[in-house]
Structures are given as structure tokens and as C-alpha cells.
T-cell receptor, first 110, second 113 residues
Framework: GEDVEQSLFLSVREGDSSVINCTYTDSSSTYLYWYKQEPGAGLQLLTYIFSNMDMKQDQRLTVLLNKKDKHLSLRIADTQTGDSAIYFC??????????FGTGTRLLVSP | NAGVTQTPKFRILKIGQSMTLQCAQD?????MYWYRQDPGMGLKLIYYSVGAGITDKGEVPNGYNVSRSTTEDFPLRLELAAPSQTSVYFCASSYGRIQETQYFGPGTRLLVL
């Protein structure tokens, strides 16, 4: 079945780079997504990558996809305190149904 | 545009009570979804709809019902509330193409005692 796994917690200092990792099981996933959830709020799409791409860069965000190992990562450059949130990896399961990971809580300290 | 709106924001139910969680979107999206998020967990899909009059079960549909009489509204019904349904419920919508982002509402926090 479809399964997405993430580490639970990451702590970094302001200005450092953050790397959040994710592994997934469904090799037929067409798109892989990163969502951000701030306290008390819904999920906000940060970025997504098509499965035939290796890398996608969007300002401070870099997504790397290793399709062979079914590994996805999100790198946030120059991490700010406002980046503190829970980050969810998701894969596109059967048509338009997303399968979410458990989320990685990122804590950025000054 | 208001985007995706949900009401209520918070509710406490007694075991066995029923309630309807409301969800509406003003983006003319075809697809709508209901998820639940348990503490420390990812989102699990309860039900989804690909258009007015069409609904289908997601991963965890037991104890819930939905209807989709209009494009804009997608209410979620709990008939006999149980403590296991204590969760945060998120509604989302998307236009429908596979690469289209899902837009999420702010969530409804439900506590069943």
C-alpha cells in the first residue's frame, strides 16, 4: 500500500540550512508535494515536483527527488524563525488522492 | 475570494450526539475532500467528491457521511459521535487536474467526551 515516512523533529539555528527528508512507497506517484502547517492553521502548499524531475528550486526552497530510492528532501536555505512549522510530505496516490506523511516539526532558534 | 471556509472552528460533543461540519469553497473547484488529523499524525482522507452529486470513500470513512448537492458545499456528517472521532478536521478543494494544488480550510477541532 501507499505509505509516507518522515522524521518527527528537526531543530536548527536561524541562518542555517534545514533539510527535511521523506521516503515513500508508491513508485507510480506522479507528483510529490511539500506542505507547511503553521500552528492552528490548515496546510499550505509550498512546492511540488513532478516524478520525472530530479530537482526543483524555488527561491529559498530546493526539492531533491531520488526516484530509485523513493526519497524526497526539502532544503530551506537561510532558515528564519518564521519557517518554524510542521512540514508534510505527500505523494499523489490514486487519482487526486494525496497520501501524507506524519509531518516533521521544524524549530528554528534565534 | 474567501477560499475554503469551515464552520464551526471548535466543538465539544457528547458520545452518541450527531453534528454536521460545514465546508464551502468559492473557487468553483470540482474536487473537494475531507481529512482528519490526529495528534502527531499526518492527514487521513475520510471522503472526497469529484463533482456535485458524486462522492466516494477515502481511507477512513467509517462513522461519517457526506453529500455534495452543489459545487460549493461539502458537509461532513457524524451520526453517532465516538471518542475515537476526536480530531481536527480539514476540508480541502482543488480544480481537479492531478498537478493542481489542494487548498485547505482552517480546520474544525472536535472533542468527543
Amino acid at each position: 500500500g501507499e505509505d509516507v515516512e518522515q522524521s518527527l523533529f528537526l531543530s536548527v539555528r536561524e541562518g542555517d540550512s534545514s533539510v527535511i527528508n521523506c521516503t515513500y512507497t508508491d513508485s507510480s506517484s506522479t507528483y510529490l508535494y511539500w506542505y507547511k502547517q503553521e500552528p492552528g492553521a490548515g496546510l499550505q502548499l509550498l512546492t511540488y515536483i513532478f516524478s520525472n524531475m530530479d530537482m526543483k528550486q524555488d527561491q529559498r526552497l530546493t526539492v531533491l527527488l531520488n526516484k530509485k530510492d523513493k526519497h524526497l528532501s526539502l532544503r530551506i536555505a537561510d532558515t528564519q524563525t518564521g519557517d518554524s512549522a510542521i512540514y508534510f510530505c505527500a505523494e499523489s496516490g490514486s487519482f487526486q488522492k494525496l497520501v501524507f506523511g506524519t509531518g516533521t516539526r521544524l524549530l528554528v532558534s534565534p | 475570494n474567501a477560499g475554503v471556509t469551515q464552520t464551526p472552528k471548535f466543538r465539544i460533543l457528547k458520545i452518541g450526539q450527531s453534528m454536521t461540519l460545514q465546508c464551502a469553497q468559492d473557487m468553483n473547484h470540482n474536487y473537494m475532500y475531507w481529512y482528519r488529523q490526529d495528534p502527531g499524525m499526518g492527514l487521513k482522507l475520510i471522503y472526497y467528491s469529484v463533482g456535485a452529486g458524486i462522492t466516494d470513500k477515502g481511507e477512513v470513512p467509517n462513522g461519517y457521511n457526506v453529500s455534495r448537492s452543489t459545487t460549493e458545499d461539502f458537509p461532513l456528517r457524524l451520526e453517532l459521535a465516538a471518542p475515537s472521532q476526536t480530531s481536527v478536521y480539514f476540508c480541502a478543494s482543488s480544480y481537479g487536474r492531478i498537478q493542481e494544488t489542494q487548498y485547505f480550510g482552517p480546520g474544525t477541532r472536535l472533542l468527543v467526551l
